[in-house]
């Protein structure tokens, strides 16, 4: 912060202090003091009405809920019983209870192949901007699954909402389907786009949402049924 002080004469004077603002962006409270001089004496006074909001500019975007620590996103799903089951459950539950699949691939990877009667909305999709810090984000991803050339969804919620009611059941699905199940290994199991996709559905009131574990992967390998759709 900067003051700027000036003085009218050598007798009556008066000392302001004055903020220069970066930017409309921050959270800092700032109160204007005020000194007056007269003469010889000196008075201070606080002027706690004078009280401004400075705003600094973000040096970067906001964490996305996708983007939270898997320690945190594993810990909403435990506590909302979001529960993991084979290839061979989901199926039957979908034919049987009407569960509802959801493939969360990109759109490309559903076309090939995909469980029958399974909807698709890609949680990553093919990369459109090539930022600095889009390119960061995205080398983050590779930790846990998120192939390059493809970037977080951000109209994910949305296209499900359009698709599937809230209080469908539904299955997540994805390439390796990950778990939440802890081994030697990976003590808090292993973060896949199915578990992230599970996580930000019961993040917006999604209550009934189920894990594939093991993937489509398994899936196609029991030689499940599978839909195509050629172009």
């Not at 991803?141 to 109209?155: D, R, S, V, Y």
Request: aromatic residues 10%.
């Amino acid at each position: 912060m900067i003051a700027l002080t000036s003085y009218s004469s050598p007798s009556t004077s008066s000392l302001h202090s004055s903020s220069i603002f970066p930017s409309s962006n921050s959270n800092l409270t700032v109160h204007c003091l005020t000194f007056t001089r007269y003469g010889s004496s000196k008075v201070r006074s606080l002027h706690s009405a004078s009280t401004y909001k400075i705003h600094c500019a973000a040096t970067k975007p906001a964490k996305s809920p996708a983007e939270e620590d898997w320690k945190t996103k594993r810990g909403v799903l435990l506590q909302k019983r979001v529960r993991s089951m084979d290839v061979k459950e989901a199926l039957r539950l979908q034919k049987e209870n009407n569960f509802v699949i959801l493939d969360v691939r990109p759109e490309a990877e559903f076309k090939e192949a995909h469980p029958q009667g399974a909807i698709n909305v890609q949680i990553y999709r093919l990369i459109k901007e090539w930022t600095a810090w889009d390119i960061a984000r995205r080398a983050a991803f590779a930790f846990f699954g998120i192939f390059a050339g493809t970037e977080e969804n951000p109209e994910f919620i949305q296209s499900v909402e359009s698709k599937i009611d809230k209080n469908a059941k539904i299955i997540v699905a994805c390439s390796s389907g990950g778990t939440m199940k802890p081994t030697q290994n990976l003590p808090e199991g292993q973060q896949s786009r199915s578990l992230i996709a599970a996580y930000l559905l019961v993040l917006n009131g999604y209550n009934n949402v189920f894990h594939m574990e093991g993937g489509l992967y398994s899936w196609f390998k029991e030689g499940l049924p599978v839909d195509t759709e050629e172009e």
